[in-house]
């Protein structure tokens, strides 16, 4: 026997009854429910959810760059600190004799400068005094050789010519051997006072390490905030952070807490639909009632693995100081508004249907119904947004049990 599709249907304020047969002979009767719905305007919002970790904008922990005995801590955990302000000291004794001994160092080299200075004084002083008589006199040979020049052969004998050139010669050599000789203390005291200078500029470096070294002794506040964590105690060796191969001694956690965030964990197959400046809704696991508003400021671009799924880490700035109703390492939920549509086209999201790779919704049809193509905007589970293929008040059906028209179906009302 032939077995036919029989609907039954019972027209109930604004809703159909919808009785299909069974695909094989003796099989039970199936009954489907549906519902009519009018394509109505709306607003649509799209929400993206996550969880993460309330956490400080600019948290920073604290090393020493000198190592030491710890002998002083000045805050407690929670307590508020200034930027600068200071928190811990080392032991200083070291620190200070060895500035102490570079400040004496400093001392002797700049004495020696002034030496060096003082000793060469008098002697380029003599050496210019007899470098000028020299030449003096050598200008007046000179001077002389030419006037006894044009007496010659008239009143001035040959000999006595020659006596006067000689007489110049010597005037002459003994200028230069004083010029050599004052160039050679010139150069010597040049050299002296380098080599005496070389010492003071070196010995200066070595008192500004000191300075810097004995500072280093004393930790202070890097930012303006709360103390979070105090890691050392009074009495505990401190290696540097520096020169210490494992990284040195964690000393503090100093943070900003002017500005909290949520640092999210966003599923990969949601990441593509957050963006930059996008408004977030805040709330907390802790049972708190209150709501807290904030922007995304940040969006890493490398995922992570989290329990074997791939997630980002989304950085959300909360609006306003909230710390004291909010505080770092809280669990908070997070709503990111990642679309948004006023006056839009709306149909339930259940009417929406995929056949064969076309997004269709059924529209009644005397006692049957058609599909009808559709293009789909926003839809956050609940509703969806019709951007093509339907019309404000236009009549949908809902099928509420398998989607008979995935089987070609034609259902006919019964009244």
């Known amino acids: ?82 930027e600068g302000e200071l928190l811990a000291e080392l032991d200083k004794k070291v620190e200070q004799r060895n500035l102490s001994l570079a400040e004496s160092n400093l001392l002797t080299a700049e004495a020696n400068l002034e030496l060096t200075k003082f000793k060469y004084a008098a002697d380029l002083k003599n050496s210019e005094s007899e470098a000028l008589a020299a030449k003096e006199d050598e200008k007046q040979k000179l001077s ?8 010659s052969g008239e009143l001035i004998t040959e000999s006595e010519l020659g ?48 300075r810097e070294r004995l500072a280093d002794t004393e930790l202070r506040a890097p930012v303006t905030g709360i ?12 290696a540097s952070g520096i020169s210490a191969t494992t990284g040195g ?40 009632r209150d709501r807290f508003k904030g922007r995304v400021d940040l969006i890493l671009p ?3 693995i989290d329990s074997n799924v791939i997630v980002f880490k989304v950085r959300i700035g909360i609006d306003g100081d909230v710390f004291g109703r909010v505080y770092a390492g809280m669990t908070a939920a997070v709503e990111i508004r990642v679309g948004e549509r006023k006056d839009a086209l709306l149909v339930p999201s259940e009417a929406i249907r995929v056949e064969n790779g076309a997004t269709l919704v059924h529209l009644p049809s005397g006692d049957a119904f058609t599909s009808s193509p559709v293009k789909v905007g926003l839809d ?20 509420k049990g398998p989607d008979d028209a995935k089987n070609g179906g034609r259902p006919r009302l019964r009244f």
């Open 1 to 82: 026997m032939k077995i036919g599709l029989i609907v039954a249907g019972l027209l109930l304020a604004g809703g159909t009854t919808w009785y299909f047969a069974a695909p094989k002979s003796g099989a039970a009767e199936k009954k489907v429910e549906t519902k009519r719905v009018k394509v109505e305007r709306g607003e649509i919002v799209l929400n993206v959810t996550a969880t993460g970790e309330i956490k400080p904008l600019k948290e920073v922990e604290l090393k020493s760059k000198a190592s030491g005995l710890m002998v002083r801590f000045q805050k407690l955990p929670s307590e508020a600190v200034k």
């Open 144 to 151: 002389e050789l030419r006037r006894m020049e044009k007496l």
């Open 163 to 210: 006596t006067v050139r000689l007489a110049a010669r010597l005037a002459e050599e003994k200028a230069k051997q004083a010029d050599t000789q004052l160039t050679l203390i010139r150069n010597r005291k040049e050299a002296d006072e380098k080599l005496t200078l070389a010492e003071v500029q070196k010995a200066r470096v070595t008192v500004e390490d000191a």
């Open 227 to 238: 103390l979070l964590k105090k890691l050392v105690e009074e009495g505990q060796i401190v």
């Open 249 to 288: 001694t964690s000393i503090a956690v100093v943070a900003d807490v002017s500005k909290l965030m949520v640092e999210a964990n966003i599923d990969e197959t949601d990441i593509s639909k957050v963006k930059v400046g996008q408004p977030v809704e805040i709330s907390l696991a802790s049972g708190s």
């Open 302 to 304: 490398r995922g992570e």
């Open 380 to 399: 956050n589970g609940v509703k969806a947004e019709i951007l093509e293929g339907l019309g404000e008040n236009a009549e949908i059906l809902i099928p």
